[in-house]
């Protein structure tokens, strides 16, 4: 299971907004099947394998070249386990703060 953090950053556009490329980007990922959420500072991907996350990154790129974008810069934080293989972003976030003694 790959758990990643993805930023795609648009390069080379007219304005400083970046809403619709990331919107580009993040319809690309959604449109290959994998679970997505949504945050301020980037984008949480779950795919069953790395190759998997690799086509859908591809795709997102992809998309924001088509939007308009000159160049894109990403950043990937990537988790990959092969131990557990139904481990959600949510639970990881839950094993902290019971850590922590706090109920999330």
């Known amino acids: ?6 930023s795609v950053v648009p390069v ?3 304005r400083t907004g970046v809403s619709e ?3 580009a980007a993040v ?3 959604e449109s290959s099947g ?3 959420t949504l945050e301020a500072m ?3 991907v779950e795919a069953e394998s790395r190759e998997e996350f690799y086509r859908a990154l591809d795709r997102a790129q992809e998309a924001v070249f088509e939007a308009g974008a000159r160049r894109v810069y990403t ?5 990959e386990r092969r131990d557990e293989t139904d481990r959600s972003p949510e639970e990881m976030v839950r ?6 003694g706090r109920a999330s």
């Open 1 to 6: 299971m790959v758990i990643a953090e993805v």
């Open 21 to 23: 490329y990331v919107a």
């Open 34 to 36: 994998l679970r997505c």
């Open 12 to 14: 080379g556009t007219e």
């Open 27 to 29: 319809s690309a990922f």
């Open 95 to 100: 094993a902290v703060r019971e850590r922590q």
């Open 75 to 79: 950043v990937v934080k990537m988790d």
């Open 42 to 44: 980037g984008t949480t």
